[in-house]
């Protein structure tokens, strides 16, 4: 069994920051791509940030100087550092990965349970 546990969302006023860590564990083979995704209230789910497993990063486009995505392979983590963040930000943010499961063949998404983000104006 595999499990991603996130942590690490809040309520912060508009300009300041936030740090989302994810922390995979269980029976892992191997992680490829790590990623932040994000759902607003009566919007569909939308990918944030990833990064794949030799450190490749990439941003939608309005969180491109805001935000950075991290992660430890020794550790299975991913983080997701906020800064400068605006009330368009306010979403639960999800964790995910692609990974490979000991005695498995196949590559699968795992997600983690969701954290809320909410920024004050």
């Known amino acids: 069994q595999v499990r991603l546990v996130e942590s690490g969302g809040g309520l912060v006023q508009a300009g300041g920051s936030l740090r989302l860590s994810c922390a995979a564990s269980?029976?892992?083979?191997?992680?490829?791509?790590m990623g932040w995704y994000r759902q607003a209230p009566g919007k569909q789910r939308e990918l944030v940030a990833t990064i794949s497993s030799d450190g490749s990063t990439s941003y939608k486009d309005s969180v491109k100087g805001r935000f950075t995505i991290s992660r430890d392979n020794g550790k299975n983590t991913v983080s997701l550092q906020m800064n400068s963040l605006k009330p368009e930000d306010t979403a639960v943010y999800y964790c995910?990965?692609?990974?490979?499961?000991?005695?498995?063949?196949?590559?699968?998404?795992?997600w983690g349970q969701g954290t809320q983000v909410t920024v004050s104006s």
């Open positions: 269980g029976s892992i083979l191997s992680i490829n791509a």
């Open positions: 995910n990965a692609r990974i490979l499961r000991v005695g498995e063949y196949r590559i699968n998404d795992y």
